[in-house]
């Protein structure tokens, strides 16, 4: 099982970045997908959850409004375009699949926002 996280990246305020989570090893169509952050030093943050369906989760209010979680269960990918990033620093981004039975995590990608 691989989840990999790409499209990370150093981005100025009120910018936007699109990052993707390429999924392997495991029937993809049938597992909820999240997407997390974590600065450092702080707790892990729930973003956007999309389940297998394509129905989404509401977003957490931090992101609301500016985040789109998707996916592709064609090409065993999700991704999170961001919009209007706001100057919180860097946080690391991780994808998070899951079922009923188990779930799986990918490394994350680095994601700056800062002018």
């Known amino acids: 099982v691989q989840l990999v996280e790409s499209g990370g990246d150093l981005v100025q305020p009120g910018g936007s970045l699109r990052l993707s989570c390429d999924c392997r090893?495991?029937?993809?169509?049938?597992?909820?997908v999240s997407w997390y952050r974590q600065a450092p030093g702080k707790e892990r943050e729930l973003v956007a959850t999309i389940i297998s369906s394509g129905s989404r989760s509401p977003y957490a209010d931090s992101v609301k409004g500016r985040f789109t979680i998707s996916r592709d269960n064609a090409k065993n990918m999700a991704y999170l375009q961001m919009n209007s990033l706001k100057p919180e620093g860097a946080n690391v981004y991780l994808c998070?699949?899951?079922?009923?039975?188990?779930?799986?995590w990918g490394r994350g990608a680095q994601v700056a926002v800062s002018s």
């Open positions: 090893g495991f029937t993809f169509s049938r597992f909820g």
């Open positions: 998070n699949a899951r079922n009923s039975l188990c779930g799986y």
